[in-house]
C-alpha cells in the first residue's frame, strides 16, 4: 500500500486522466461552457456522477459479472447516443440566445450523467484501469480522483468561457463543428466494434 500522500496524488492524477482526454463529454463540456460556466460544470459533474456509479458496480460486481459477454452492446448503445448528440449540436449551431435557464442547467447535468452512463471508453476505464487500482490499493484513491475531475472541469469550463466572451461567435462556431466530429467519430469507431465483435 502506498503512503496517504502518494494515493492522494496517484487519485488526483487519476481524475484529471479520466476528465481530460478528448471525447464525448469533453466536447459537451466544451459546447455547455459557451453559454455559461455552470453549464459546461454541470455536464461534467453528471458525468462524474456516472463515474460514481461506475465505480459502486465494480467494485461490488467484478468477482461475479463476466463484462466481455455485454460489451458489444455497450458499444452499440453508446454509438448511438453519440451520433444523435452530433445531431441535436448541429441541430443547434446558429442558435443565438445565450442565456440560461435553471431548466437548461438541469439538462446540462443529467446529459452528462447519460453520456457518462453509456460511454464505452468511460466504462471500459472502470474494468480495465480502476478495477486494477481498485484491487492494488483499495478505495482511498477514489476519494482524490473526484477531487481531480471537479478541480479540472471547473478550470475547463471558466476557460472555454472567458475564451469565447473575446472571440464571440467564431469560438462558438469552431466549438460546435469539433463537438459534432468528435461525437460523430466517436459514434462510427463504436458501432463498428459492435460489428467487428460478431466477425
Known sequence: MLPIFLLAFTGIVLGISMAAPPGPVMSIIMNRSLNSVRSGFL??????????????????????????????????????????????????????????????????????????????MQIGWWITAGLGILRTEGITPYYFFYLGIIVYVFLFSLLINRTFIKFGSLMKTGISLFSILVLLGFAIYFIYAFFLSFL
Open 43 to 120: 455536464v461534467g459533474m453528471g458525468a462524474m456522477t456516472a463515474d460514481l456509479i461506475l465505480l459502486g458496480l465494480v467494485y461490488e460486481l467484478n468477482a461475479t459479472v463476466n463484462f466481455s459477454m455485454v460489451e458489444p452492446f455497450i458499444f452499440l448503445i453508446g454509438g448511438v447516443f453519440f451520433a444523435y448528440l452530433a445531431y441535436m449540436i448541429y441541430h443547434k449551431r446558429n442558435d443565438t440566445d445565450t442565456e440560461l435557464t435553471n431548466e437548461e442547467g438541469k439538462n446540462s447535468y443529467f446529459k452528462g450523467l447519460a453520456i457518462g452512463i453509456v460511454n464505452p
